[in-house]
């Protein structure tokens, strides 16, 4: 009789035991593994896109490519959008009302600017968006990533010029 007890309490201490293993499992838990069948490019990857619209949106601009910056203007836009849907949260915290804090103004302008082939505004709203970039960056530790107006365009096999 005794031993049997014994025995129940061992095996009640060893069940809590490896439930409370369970758990804390799951608390420490990583991210999932990758599911080729769905896959979600992180925020790292969806601001790789962002940086080469970023960079051609300078050279359609400058000169005067409208319906090319049009292009990248959206694509920038479609960026924003899918990082709000695909990636909201970064390192626990909501990134999105700086996203949009960030990025709807000069969006805004840069789409008045290509509609209205108003090369002034296009440079202003232009670096105002580029600040907009650092100014998230810096704010998430990330001020080594600094962007700017790009000096030579990254992909040559594409022409800038109308
Ligand atoms: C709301 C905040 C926020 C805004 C706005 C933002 N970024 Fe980022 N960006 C981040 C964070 C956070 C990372 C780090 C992501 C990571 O590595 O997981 C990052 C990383 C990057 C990287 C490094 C990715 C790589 O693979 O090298 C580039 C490039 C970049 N951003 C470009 C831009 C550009 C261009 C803009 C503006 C058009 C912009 N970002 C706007 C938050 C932001």
């Known amino acids: 009789m ?8 061992v095996i009640t201490v060893l069940v ?10 799951s608390a420490t838990a990583q991210p999932p593994p990758k599911d080729p069948n769905n896959y979600v490019p ?30 990248a203007v959206d694509a920038i836009k479609e960026g924003v959008a899918d990082m709000i849907v695909l990636r909201p ?14 990025t709807a103004k000069p969006l805004q302008d840069l789409e008045e600017a290509v509609e209205g ?24 530790d990330y001020g080594f990533i600094i962007i ?6 990254a992909w040559t096999n594409q022409r800038y010029r109308p």
């Open 2 to 9: 005794f031993r049997q007890n014994r025995m129940i309490r």
């Open 16 to 25: 809590i035991l490896s439930l409370s293993l369970v758990q804390m499992g």
């Open 42 to 71: 992180g925020l790292g990857d969806l601001m790789g896109a962002l940086q080469v619209q970023h960079g051609k949106l300078w050279f359609a601009g400058n000169l005067q490519n409208w319906p090319l910056a049009t292009y």
């Open 89 to 102: 949260r970064y390192k626990g915290e909501s990134i999105v009302e700086m996203l949009n804090l960030l």
């Open 117 to 140: 082939k108003d090369s002034e505004l296009f440079i202003q709203a232009y670096d105002s968006l580029t600040e907009g970039c650092n100014v998230c960056h810096r704010n998430h």
């Open 148 to 153: 700017q107006r790009p000096t030579a365009p």
